[in-house]
Structure formats: C-alpha cells, structure tokens
C-alpha cells in the first residue's frame, strides 16, 4: 500500500490523488456502515478499480505484470456487473443507471489504453462520447439528490470528481481548450 501512495504522490496533482483515494475510502465505509452490503460491495470495488488505473498510470510495481492486472481489472469489471445485475433484481433502477454510464466510461478508457491508435483514428467521436458520458453522470448526480438519495448523490458527485481530475486530468483538458 506504501508503494500504492508513494507511487500516487509522484504523478501530477499527486496530493489531490491521494485526498480522493482517501475520500473514496471513507465512502465505501460510509455505504458499509450504513447502506445495503450490496452497496458496499459495489463501493469497494470500484474503488479497487480506480486504484487499478492508477497504478497502472503510476508504474507497475516490480514484477507485477502489466496482464496480472488487466486480469485484476477483469474480474472487478465482473464484480461489479454482478452487483449492477443485483441492483436491477432489487428494483434499483437509480444505480442500474448509474452503473451503465460508468460502465460506459471503463470501456473507454480500456480502449484509451489498449487501443490508443483507435483513441488518435478516432479522436472527434472518442472526445464527443466522452462527454456525453460525463454529461450523463452529472445528471445522476442530480437525479439522485432530486430524488432525495442523498448519499448516492455524494458517492455520485464524488467519483465523477475522481475520474475528471485524475483519469481525464481536467487541468491538461482546460488548459488545451483555451
């Protein structure tokens, strides 16, 4: 885990890392303290996920392979299509929804980082389902506070802050947009 953080703090923008990866920490514990254990389960998962890219943008660590972790990624992109199959059995259709953008969102980056040539052939059509993904998230931001979920709402607001400064890194993107 000391590599993890270390590793973290040498990216840019690495305290900022650090504080949403502790944020998102203390999130998946709320949702385990005072939500459902599926809930928790989808919480720690897609922190776990998170942490995966992040490891993988901050270097491997020694002898740890680049395909033991896309296999990692695997089985938690399956995780946690069993727990968005739970929430549709239980009638959630707020998370099902939300599950579908962020699951949008993964299979872009995937293709970002395992077909960057298809992210440069295709770079218009990329950025454009980019932010109608992001645009989608924002609005589940807002659905789940207008429908009263405010914890969802938070957890929402939360990891859409996340991927936008850390996986898309919103500075670099402001700035080549000025």
């Known amino acids: 885990?000391?590599?993890?953080?270390?590793?973290?703090?040498?990216?840019?923008?690495?305290?900022?890392?650090?504080?949403?990866?502790?944020?998102?920490?203390?999130?998946?514990?709320?949702?385990?303290?005072?939500?459902?254990?599926?809930s928790a389960i989808d919480a720690f998962a897609w922190l776990a996920l998170l942490l995966s890219f992040e490891l993988e943008t901050a270097g491997l660590p020694d002898g740890f392979q680049e395909t033991s972790l896309h296999k990692i990624r695997n089985g938690l992109l399956i995780m946690i299509g069993l727990v968005s199959l739970g929430y549709l059995l239980l009638g959630d259709l707020l998370n099902v929804a939300n599950a579908l953008f962020w699951f949008a969102l993964i299979a872009l980056l995937e293709i970002e980082v395992r077909a960057p040539q298809r992210v440069d052939q295709y770079k218009k059509s990329y950025w454009l389902a980019s932010v109608i993904v992001f645009v989608g998230l924002v609005g589940?931001?807002?659905?789940?506070?207008?429908?009263?979920?405010?914890?969802?709402?938070?957890?929402?607001?939360?990891?859409?802050?996340?991927?936008?400064?850390i996986e898309v890194d919103l500075f670099r993107f402001l700035k080549m947009r000025r």
């Open 140 to 165: 589940m931001v807002v659905l789940a506070a207008w429908m009263g979920a405010l914890l969802d709402a938070y957890n929402n607001a939360l990891w859409l802050i996340a991927f936008a400064l």
């Open 1 to 38: 885990m000391t590599q993890l953080f270390t590793a973290l703090a040498n990216l840019p923008h690495g305290k900022l890392r650090i504080t949403i990866a502790l944020l998102l920490t203390l999130n998946a514990l709320l949702y385990a303290a005072l939500g459902s254990m599926i």
